[in-house]
C-alpha cells in the first residue's frame, strides 16, 4: 500500500528554536494534512493543504504542500514548552477510490526543553 | 456539540473475550472511520464508513467488525479479543472533502 516516510522520528530542542519535520512519498497526494497529537488525547488538525506549492500558516506552525505533491513539510517557529508531542503527517491518495482514505506518517515526537 | 465521542475510555479483557468499543459523533458526518495506534507506528486503518448501511475494510481489518445502522453511530466489535489487539483505537469522522476530526481514544489491552 500506499506510505508515508515522515522524519526525523524525534527532536529534542530547546525553547525557542525553530523546528523542521517533514513528510514525503512515492505517490502523488492530492491533500495534505498535518495533525498533533498530545498524551492520552486524539489527534487534532493543525494545517490543511489542498493545492500544490500551497504554503499555510496557523500562528508560529507553516506547512507546504509540496509541487510535485509527493511530499509536505512543517515548521514551528519560536518553540514553547506546549509545542510538545507527536506531529503526523497525513495525505489523501489521489487515486480513483482511494480519497476517503488518509495514509499516516509515524509521526514525529517533539519534546522541547525550557 | 461533542464532536466524536468514544466510550470506553480504558478497558482490559481476558484473552477471548469480546466487546464493543463505541463511537458517536453529533456533526452529520457521513464518512467515519477506526484506526488502531501502536507504539512508534502511526494510525493504522481498520474500517471505515462512507455512509449508513456501507462499510469496507481498511488496512488491518482481521479480528474487528464493524455496523454503520445510523449516522451518528459507528460500532468497532472484537469477537475473541487477542493480545495482539492491545493497542489504542480512535475513530475519527468528517464531511465530504473536509479533514478528518478524532476522538479521544480508547485505551485497551488484552491478557
Known amino acids: 500500500g500506499q506510505q508515508l516516510n515522515q522524519s526525523p522520528q524525534s527532536m529534542f530542542i530547546q525553547e525557542g528554536e525553530d523546528v523542521s519535520m517533514n513528510c514525503t512519498s512515492s505517490?502523488?497526494?492530492?491533500?495534505w494534512l498535518w495533525y498533533k497529537q498530545d498524551p492520552g488525547e486524539g489527534p487534532v488538525l493543525l494545517i490543511a493543504?489542498?493545492?500544490?506549492?500551497e504554503l499555510t500558516s496557523n500562528g508560529r506552525l507553516t506547512a507546504q504542500f509540496g509541487i510535485t505533491r509527493k511530499d509536505s513539510f512543517l515548521n514551528i517557529s519560536a518553540s514553547i514548552p506546549s509545542d510538545v508531542g507527536i506531529y503526523f503527517c497525513?495525505?489523501?491518495?489521489?487515486?480513483?477510490?482511494?480519497?476517503?482514505?488518509?495514509?499516516f506518517g509515524k509521526g514525529t515526537k517533539l519534546t522541547v526543553n525550557p | 456539540n461533542a464532536g466524536v465521542t468514544q466510550t470506553p475510555k480504558f478497558r482490559i479483557l481476558k484473552i477471548g473475550q469480546s466487546m464493543t468499543l463505541q463511537c458517536t459523533q453529533d456533526?452529520?458526518?457521513?464518512?467515519m472511520y477506526w484506526y488502531r495506534q501502536d507504539p512508534g507506528m502511526g494510525l493504522k486503518l481498520i474500517y471505515y464508513?462512507?455512509?449508513?448501511?456501507?462499510?469496507d475494510k481498511g488496512e488491518v481489518p482481521n479480528g474487528y467488525n464493524v455496523s454503520r445502522s445510523t449516522t451518528e453511530d459507528f460500532p468497532l466489535r472484537l469477537e475473541l479479543a487477542a493480545p495482539s489487539q492491545t493497542s489504542v483505537y480512535f475513530c475519527?469522522?468528517?464531511?465530504?472533502?473536509?479533514?478528518?476530526?478524532f476522538g479521544d481514544g480508547t485505551r485497551l489491552s488484552i491478557l
Open positions: 456533526m452529520n458526518h457521513n464518512y
Open positions: 497525513a495525505g489523501q491518495p489521489g487515486t480513483q477510490g482511494g480519497s476517503e482514505k488518509l495514509v
Open positions: 493543504l489542498y493545492k500544490a506549492g
Open positions: 464508513s462512507v455512509g449508513a448501511g456501507i462499510t
Open positions: 505517490s502523488i497526494f492530492n491533500t
Open positions: 475519527a469522522s468528517r464531511m465530504g472533502y473536509q479533514p478528518q476530526h
